[in-house]
């Protein structure tokens, strides 16, 4: 509770301060701080050393794997404005209320970690969804900006609706919005599974995809990444994106029992579908931005496995892969905000230029294409491992691999710009020490995972 | 106190670490006194080590931390220290420092970086040997495989500019890669079979497996031992091998790393005694090794080579002890060959620093007075290596043959045919180089003059090594119970000697071949003495019939170029121009053309037109809806096709 | 699982068709009543008409013409403004009937809807949505 209750108020606090202070400095100053104080209530409540107490009446419960992937969201939150905090507050006139929204939506991620009933969950995806529609367009003067954020409200809200239809589809069957469901019944001698209940799920399941966008649900990625201005790409590509696959997990494992051999057919054909247009559509891009908006939806085909497994390895592997792939890509965004040319000709001879900058994209890169010794690499072997658990078919393992191997070819594309090619890669400004110093601890993170990846883990039991 | 044994390996690897980094800020002094300080240090925690497995008379296994752990089996990061490994321990951080010491002044006409760069290979060397002998299993044991082997490339073309000796370098690595296919293939089949990599595992629980599996692991490990311990038909990379700095030679070539096959079957002994056929195919190899090298070496007219080939048929006497069952003689001989090899190659390198890199014996002659100190510490090198009582090649090498002649008595004939071949051509390279008149040409400049202190001290403390060092083995024919080294190592080589009951030779017997071999070899020292010792020593006529055999070596890299090389080659040319060029190609290309083609017609779906994305929505929506509803047809659909 | 499935699937969770009776009885007289009454007036009631009256009722804006007119921002402001407190206003209407049922601990919880609803009025105030004159 104590992660909904704080991100609330310092959400209000900050909306205050846009009116009572009027230095962007501050603002970022406090952002940090009230991160810090979060995180610092969410790990209190995590050791069961403090936490407000409300009663929720049952709509919400906390678990150690909901409270921990909020610790993940938060601290990762908090890197990602001690490293972009200048590039927020640069992007409109409304600064202070950027840090709001991301409070906000820091808000919406714990009720999604632990909500324990569908209207929470729906209340949850809401208060994601809306800032995100308002950051998307924050660029207020950028016409591609603009149409992003029309786009991606009108679809948000498109799928809102499939998801109040299934919700409601599925209180029709239950009789109430309890996250557990009724499951099989006694029906003409059979038990069956409610069909009201199947359907409901059927579509709470889509609409859940569409914001993890999982394919054929992806439409609105590839827009709204490349609209929205990339310091908010990066945010939504990531913590949100990995929250939702904590609220998918979260729905299958209850309901299990409902998904009977049908589960067989849909959930791989995702999986594939994902990353083949994912993979397939990204060796095409010019523009970096693009391809990473594509590398997220492929991203997100891998993280699908871990539905599919549903086991406690494939718990570990989701919280692996959201550390290792928030960390890339919010490094990797935060040097392409800098860029002045987004495409990959814009980075060419970066390395040169900027040797530690180049480097720490460098190792991200190689985490998001899954080398061994980062922990990209461990992110997809746990990914891959809870799916051979579960029994999964090797076929789609082998398709799994094909595709990592095809992402090899455009994530190296970035390392080859930087490296092997001659040119002025142009920044909008010399990176400063700490902006630096930050990449490079992400770097080392990556690379400490790589090798001793159950340092994280333990933190999931103890 | 044992708790220490991780320090062995961390000296050096600090070492290896400071000069390796430090390269270009180190002076020469200071990297030299840091590269053998840390093998002092590693030396004098094993004499602590040795004194405790002395004295406490057990080995203890100590595990650091898992290494790799899947469900099947789990290998620890483990020590070993017993008998065995102490013992080795002493021999290469002892010898290694000797030899650090010697480099100190043998490389100082290098720059200092290349300096600094060469005695971290020679720490990062013995950091891998340490490895390799600590590991308490054949894992770790292959990480310094590995690590060794490696050590031996970078070092072996350590002036890199000169063509040749990378060829030699490469090719060392080449063979060498083939010996640990084997030894790999051999660790995967003990997983396989047994689930452990562990000695004390492996050793207690082979007498399950059939005899098929044990002699294919022992054969395959052996495999490994032919390539690292330079055996028929993979030793051609060792003479090449002379082409690194002569310290490196002494440490690697000589004294060390080739030994790492003979430590490798000596741990494995209880393995090799259940696979008789194993056992006799390694006696069998390591007796024509020992016969063959010594031909060669008879010819050959490089000082440094000269050694080589001798280093080769000594390992093959060790083999030939480890394939008899004299697991106990075969490391003595370690242990001795260790002594008296790393001698006679930084007693060469001396010579070859005297002489500003001349290395042909028949430029060389008379150096005797010129070079006292190398001169009496390579002479008794000789004799060490010869086999004349009461020096330490006598003892050792004694024990070998005798154990051979209670094995196969022609066996024992025909190594004794190659220890008079050795006692033949090593004093005839001493005659060459010592005796005689000088055959080189003068320069006035650079006069001919002994090594600094910092080289012969080293030579010297080796000197009375060889020479004392036999008496830890004295045989039981001369006094009971005086063989120090078999009852130490006793409990390592137990298991073996209960499967297999060796038969003594009674003392008359021991006594007359003792007797005929002393006598032979002093005649042949003799008369290679009298033949090569001569002032007006006639060098230059051509070698003819099978002499000329010898000094080409018996034409064996001739034969491999042709045999093995060539058709490799006219192989992988037609590979490349027929299969790589239009089936590989091929099939990447066009796997890599319909990507692309993928990738643009999966471009025109995403038209950025919301009405379009939310049409494909709906229609996706529906098709999940349909397969969710037909899930039986479809899965039995699925069922029939796959 | 078939289609015909789902209908039977329907008809027995609701397994007493009875019950929905009532509700079907209302829905004819809701749809009779309005189709009654239009018809009704339709037939009985005076027509005179003019232009005027024919026109669609717009809120006093043109309704003929071309409809995508610039058109103050502020206005669109103030009516999602309006439309948000008067949504949220509407949550006194349940706490007034149940007052006493819910004692202090409702009241707490309404006093904090209520602060946070002044929060937002105060910031929107402070930033100047309700500001008709630049």
């Known amino acids: 509770m104590n992660a909904i209750i704080v991100s609330a108020v310092f959400g209000v606090l900050m909306m205050f301060a846009s009116f009572l202070v009027n230095n962007k400095n501050v603002y970022r100053y406090l952002a940090i701080i009230g991160l810090s104080v979060l995180l610092l209530a969410n790990i209190l409540e995590t050791y069961a050393i403090w936490s407000i107490k409300f009663d929720s009446f049952l709509q919400l419960s906390f678990e150690r794997f909901g409270l921990f992937f909020n610790s993940i969201a938060i601290a990762a939150t908090l890197f990602y404005v001690l490293l972009s905090g200048k590039d927020i507050v640069r992007v409109g006139n409304y600064s202070a209320e950027y840090f709001v929204l991301i409070f906000f939506i820091l808000c919406g991620v714990s009720l999604i970690t632990s909500y324990n009933s569908l209207l929470m969950l729906f209340l949850g995806i809401e208060i994601i969804s809306i800032p995100l529609y308002i950051l998307t367009g924050s660029d207020k003067k950028n016409l591609k900006s603009n149409e992003a954020a029309l786009k991606y409200f009108l679809m948000g809200a498109f799928s809102t609706g499939l998801m109040l239809m299934g919700i409601a589809l599925s209180y029709g069957a239950v009789g109430n919005f309890g996250l557990e469901g009724r499951g099989v019944v006694a029906f003409g001698g059979s038990m069956r599974v409610s069909f009201l209940e199947v359907a409901g799920l059927l579509l709470l399941f889509i609409s859940m995809s569409f914001k993890a966008s999982a394919a054929p649900f992806h439409f609105w990625t590839p827009d709204v990444y490349e609209g929205a201005p990339s310091v908010f790409t990066s945010f939504m590509a990531t913590i949100v994106k990995a929250t939702v696959f904590i609220g998918m997990i979260k729905l299958l494992e209850a309901r299990t029992g409902i998904f009977g051999p049908t589960w067989q057919i849909i959930l791989p054909l995702m999986i594939v579908l994902t990353l083949a247009i994912g993979n397939i559509t990204a060796v095409f891009q010019q523009s970096v931005k693009r391809m990473l908006a594509y590398s997220s939806i492929a991203q997100a085909g891998f993280m699908l496995f871990a539905l599919w497994s549903a086991n406690d390895m494939g718990r570990e592997g989701i919280l692996l892969y959201s550390v290792a792939y928030t960390l890339a890509t919010v490094g990797i965004f935060a040097v392409l905000v800098k860029m002045k040319d987004y495409t990959f000709d814009g980075f060419n001879g970066l390395a040169a230029k900027q040797p530690l900058v180049a480097a720490s994209v460098a190792v991200f890169v190689l985490s998001l294409a899954g080398i061994p010794l980062t922990a990209g690499f461990f992110a997809k072997y746990f990914m891959l491992a809870s799916a051979i658990k579960s029994g999964a078919g090797v076929w789609l393992l082998v398709v799994a691999v094909v595709f990592a191997a095809v992402s090899v070819y455009y994530y190296f594309r970035l390392i080859q710009a930087m490296y092997f090619k001659e040119g002025e890669a142009e920044m909008f400004e010399q990176p400063t020490n700490s902006f630096k110093g930050m990449l490079a601890i992400f770097a080392v993170l990556l690379i400490v995972l790589g090798i001793a990846p159950s340092l994280l883990f333990n933190y999931l039991y103890f | 106190m044992s708790q220490l044994v991780f320090l062995v390996p961390l000296f050096p690897l600090i070492g290896f670490l400071i000069t390796g980094l430090g390269r270009n800020y180190l002076s020469k002094t200071a990297t030299g006194y840091i590269a053998s300080g840390s093998i002092l240090g590693a030396f004098i925690v094993s004499c602590l080590l040795f004194s405790q497995v002395y004295g406490s008379g057990s080995g203890q296994v100590f595990t650091l931390f898992h290494f790799i752990q899947t469900e099947g089996f789990s290998i620890p990061f483990a020590f070993q220290v017993d008998q065995l490994s102490s013992l080795f321990l002493l021999i290469i951080t002892g010898i290694g420092f000797l030899i650090h010491v010697y480099s100190t002044s043998y490389m100082h006409e290098e720059d200092a970086h290349h300096f600094a760069r060469f005695f971290a290979y020679m720490n990062l060397f013995v950091f891998s040997m340490l490895l390799l002998v600590l590991g308490a299993n054949y894992v770790i044991m292959f990480i310094g495989w590995e690590g060794v082997g490696l050590c031996s490339y970078l070092l072996i073309g350590y002036w890199f500019k000169n063509g040749d000796y990378n060829y030699a370098a490469k090719k060392a690595f080449i063979m060498n890669r083939i010996g640990d296919l084997g030894f790999l293939l051999a660790v995967f089949w003990m997983l396989a079979k047994l689930g452990t990599a562990t000695y004390g595992e492996v050793f207690s629980q082979v007498a399950t497996l059939s005899t098929f599996d044990i002699t294919a692991i022992t054969m395959l490990l052996f495999v490994g031992a032919m390539g690292k311990s330079a055996q028929i038909p993979l030793y051609t990379w060792l003479p090449d091998a002379m082409a690194g700095p002569t310290p490196v030679s002494a440490l690697i070539h000589a004294a060390t790393m080739v030994t790492a096959g003979i430590y490798m079957i000596a741990r494995s002994n209880v393995l090799y005694t259940l696979a008789p056929f194993s056992q006799g195919f390694v006696a069998m190899i390591g007796l024509a090794t020992a016969i063959f090298a010594a031909t060669i070496a008879l010819r050959q007219n490089d000082i440094k080579k000269v050694l080589a080939y001798s280093t080769v048929s000594q390992l093959g006497y060790m083999f030939l002890g480890l394939g008899v069952g004299a697991y106990t003689g075969a490391v003595f001989h370690v242990m001795t060959h260790a002594f008296f090899k790393a001698l006679l190659f930084l007693g060469a390198g001396s010579v070859i620093h005297a002489l500003h890199h001349e290395q042909d014996i028949r430029k060389m002659g008379g150096l005797k007075k010129q070079l006292p100190i190398t001169h009496i510490t390579f002479l008794l090198g000789c004799i060490a290596i010869a086999g004349i009582p009461p020096f330490s090649g006598f003892f050792s090498k004694d024990e070998i043959l005798m154990a051979t002649y209670a094995h196969q008595p022609w066996m024992y004939f025909i190594a004794m045919g190659g220890a008079l071949m050795t006692a033949f051509y090593m004093f005839r390279l001493y005659s060459l180089t010592f005796l005689g008149s000088y055959r080189g040409h003068t320069d006035a400049a650079h006069p001919i003059h002994e090594s600094p202190l910092s080289m012969t001290f080293p030579l010297m403390v080796l000197a009375v090594l060889s020479v004392v060092g036999g008496f830890i083995g004295i045989p039981a024919v001369f006094a009971e119970n005086a063989h120090w080294l078999e009852h130490f190592l006793a409990p390592v080589f137990q298991p073996s000697n209960e499967l297999v009951q060796h038969t003594h030779l009674d003392h008359a017997t021991e006594y007359l071949l003792m007797g005929i071999s002393t006598v032979l070899v002093l005649i042949m020292i003799l008369l290679a003495v009298k033949l090569f010792g001569k002032d007006d020593v006639d060098v230059k006529k051509d070698d003819t019939g099978i002499k000329k055999w010898m000094a080409n070596k018996w034409y064996i890299d001739e034969l491999y170029q042709a045999v093995i090389i060539q058709p490799l080659h006219i192989f992988s040319v037609l590979l490349k121009n027929l299969v790589e060029k239009n089936i590989i190609d091929g099939a990447v290309n066009g796997v890599g053309r319909l990507v692309h083609y993928g990738a643009r017609q999966f471009r025109l779906i995403q038209s950025g037109q919301v009405g379009n994305y939310l049409l494909f929505m709906i229609l996706s929506i529906v098709v999940f809806i349909l397969i969710w509803f037909n899930d039986a047809t479809i899965l039995r659909a699925l069922n029939n096709i796959f | ?134």
Request: hydrophobic share 55%.
């Open chain 3, 1 to 134: 699982m078939l289609w015909t499935n789902f209908l039977m699937n329907v008809s027995t969770a609701s397994n007493t068709a009875v019950d929905y009776f009532p509700i079907g009885i209302q829905l004819i007289f809701a749809v009779g009543f309005v189709a009654t009454m239009i018809g009704v007036s339709a037939l009985i009631g005076p027509k005179r008409q003019t232009s005027d009256k024919l026109q669609s009722f717009e809120s006093g804006i043109e309704s003929v013409g071309n409809a995508r007119q610039p058109m103050a921002i502020k206005y669109f402001l103030v009516a999602i403004l309006f439309v948000l407190f008067d949504v949220e206003v509407i949550f006194f209407y349940p706490y007034a009937i149940n007052f006493r049922d819910l004692g202090w601990n409702g009241f707490f919880a309404v006093l904090m809807f209520v602060s946070l609803f002044l929060a937002g009025f105060i910031y929107i105030i402070k930033k100047g949505a309700l500001k008709w004159e630049d």
